[in-house]
């Protein structure tokens, strides 16, 4: 059964960091494009970043500067490592297999004083 696992949400203060994991299992996961979205309350489902099979990372615009993906083929995990909190980035975090369109269940970050 191909399957993502989310870890690592939490409450943070503004200006803190937080790492976000996602485990993959029932597929090659070295052979996937791997993406984070996050979905803040009361709004779409947005992606955040993506890395390529080669590591190559692509981020949207709007958390430009403060995130970083990457990936451990041996670990079959993505992370995402998000600097610098902010309240809007109060979201539920998401790993996806886009090929396929495999989500993970999501993990809470909540950003509060």
């Known amino acids: 059964q191909e399957q993502l696992v989310e870890f690592g949400g939490g409450e943070v203060q503004p200006g803190g960091s937080l790492t976000l994991s996602c485990v993959a299992s029932g597929f090659p996961f070295k052979d996937y494009v791997m993406s984070w979205y996050r979905q803040a309350p009361g709004k779409g489902r947005d992606m955040v970043a993506s890395i390529t099979r080669g590591n190559e990372a692509y981020y949207s615009d709007a958390p430009k500067g403060r995130f970083t993906i990457s990936r451990d083929n041996d670990k079959n995990t993505l992370y995402l490592v998000i600097n610098n909190l902010k309240p809007e980035g109060t979201a539920v975090y998401y790993c996806?297999?886009?090929?396929?369109?495999?989500w993970g269940q999501g993990t809470q970050v909540t950003v509060s004083p």
């Open positions: 996806r297999r886009p090929l396929g369109d495999i």
